[in-house]
């Protein structure tokens, strides 16, 4: 890997972890900030982004700041709006990703993989987490024990029904790349998404909603959309990931923290990549 990739997306890394550091430089910049400055500015001088891509990014980020100022519906339609492109990787956005892993197959009955280090998935869940972050002090062993009570319950039931229905099957393995597949699917792709579909969507839809079923409705709709997100996987893939996003919509709603939706995310991804076929059977 060249060190034009490792400072670029090891400055995003940065970005990404210093989200929980309530620090500022000068009293004045976050670290997150810094970081995610350093790196953009990086991706342009690399070639990984353009002046477009920080023009977009720029308006995004505003338009999530001033959401979380006024918390208007008609401002989190507009950041909703402007997330479609950037966690899609649409081409006039002009991002150029690094592609790690190209159309491999991990074992011999899976289908192709490939694994990016999207810049402009990330930066959502950056801005979104930024701006409505919380720094009060996180309930480790609540959250631990809906962690493993979630991921027990989830495995049982997706892996039976992946089974079934013939996306996966028991497929113990190690793949040389998992390091780097950890760092990239719970810092990029795990954050970025339960940002958007748990701490936006999921918070916004409760937040308008009243009754006793608005906590139920919530965490359906969200998980309904997660799950059209997937789209490219196909109308299994859509059902499964709807499943899943009830249970990652469920633990955000328990614990009120995203850290656990997060680790839900990924620590059911992990198990997936090492236990099951993956991404699917051919």
């Known amino acids: 890997m060249d060190i034009n990739i490792i400072l670029t997306y090891g400055f995003l890394l940065s970005s990404v972890l210093s989200l929980w550091a309530p620090f500022k430089l000068f009293n004045k910049i976050p670290l997150w900030l810094l970081f995610l400055?350093?790196?953009?500015s990086l991706a342009i001088a690399f070639k990984k982004a353009s002046f477009i891509s920080l023009a977009y990014t720029l308006f995004f980020g505003y338009s999530v700041y001033y959401y979380y100022k006024k918390k208007n519906i008609i401002l989190s339609f507009l950041v909703l709006a402007l997330s479609v492109p950037l966690v899609l990787h649409f081409s006039f956005l002009d991002f150029n990703n690094y592609r790690y892993l190209h159309n491999i197959h991990i074992t011999n009955n899976a289908t192709p993989f490939s694994l990016y280090f999207n810049l402009d998935k990330?930066?959502?869940g950056i801005f979104i987490i930024a701006f409505s972050f919380n720094y009060k002090k996180i309930a480790l062993l609540s959250i631990f024990k809906l962690l493993i009570i979630n991921?027990?319950?989830?495995?049982?039931?997706?892996f039976v029904l992946a089974t079934v229905l013939g996306y996966s099957k028991f497929e113990p393995k190690l793949p040389y790349f998992t390091p780097v597949w950890i760092l990239v699917n719970l810092f990029f792709t795990c954050m970025a998404e339960e940002a958007l579909f748990r701490r936006l969507i999921q918070q916004k839809i409760h937040e308008s909603l009243s009754g006793k079923y608005a906590s139920a409705i919530s965490?359906?709709?969200?998980?309904?959309i997660f799950g059209l997100a997937h789209f490219?996987?196909?109308?299994?893939?859509i059902a499964l990931a709807t499943l899943a996003g009830l249970f990652y919509g469920f633990i955000y709603y328990k614990s009120k923290r995203i850290e656990s939706a997060i680790l839900l995310h990924f620590s059911f991804n992990l198990i997936h990549l090492l236990l099951f076929t993956y991404p699917t059977l051919k």
């Open 122 to 124: 990330t930066v959502v």
């Open 232 to 237: 490219k996987g196909g109308a299994i893939y």
């Open 219 to 224: 965490i359906f709709i969200a998980a309904a």
């Open 151 to 158: 991921l027990v319950l989830m495995g049982l039931i997706f």
């Open 37 to 40: 400055a350093i790196s953009f």
